[in-house]
């Protein structure tokens, strides 16, 4: 069974900085970034896939940066120029690749940022 833990949560002011960082068991083929507000759903905010092509959520372009390290099956989260709308949980989620045996797509436990203003 992979496992997913995730670490790099916690309070900052607006305008700082944080990153997020999640290591699987195993060499996940895509990992991502989720959040939820309070009340809200949860949305996918930038995944990365094993070659390194990226993909973000609009609100956070060129702000976010996700990167990965293989060797260490650890995907990163580098959020600069916070604001209070990015107060969320984020979750990392790991899926393997389709021809991947078993198939997996989990979540990871979760990781709280709150941004003050």
């Known amino acids: 069974q992979v496992q997913l833990v995730e670490s790099g949560g916690g309070l900052v002011q607006a305008g700082g900085s944080l990153r997020l960082s999640c290591a699987a068991s195993?060499?996940?083929?895509?990992m991502g970034w989720y959040r939820q507000a309070p009340g809200k759903q949860r949305e996918l905010i930038a995944n990365?896939?094993?070659?390194?092509?990226?993909n973000y959520e609009d609100s956070v372009t060129g702000r976010f940066t996700i990167s990965r390290d293989n060797a260490k099956n650890t995907v990163y989260l580098q959020m600069n120029s916070l604001k209070p709308e990015d107060t969320a949980a984020y979750y990392c989620?790991?899926?393997?690749?389709?021809?991947?045996?078993?198939?997996?797509?989990?979540w990871g436990q979760g990781t709280q940022v709150t941004v003050s203003s």
């Open positions: 989620k790991a899926k393997s690749a389709p021809w991947g045996v078993p198939p997996y797509d989990l």
């Open positions: 195993a060499r996940p083929y895509t």
């Open positions: 990365i896939i094993i070659g390194g092509i990226t």
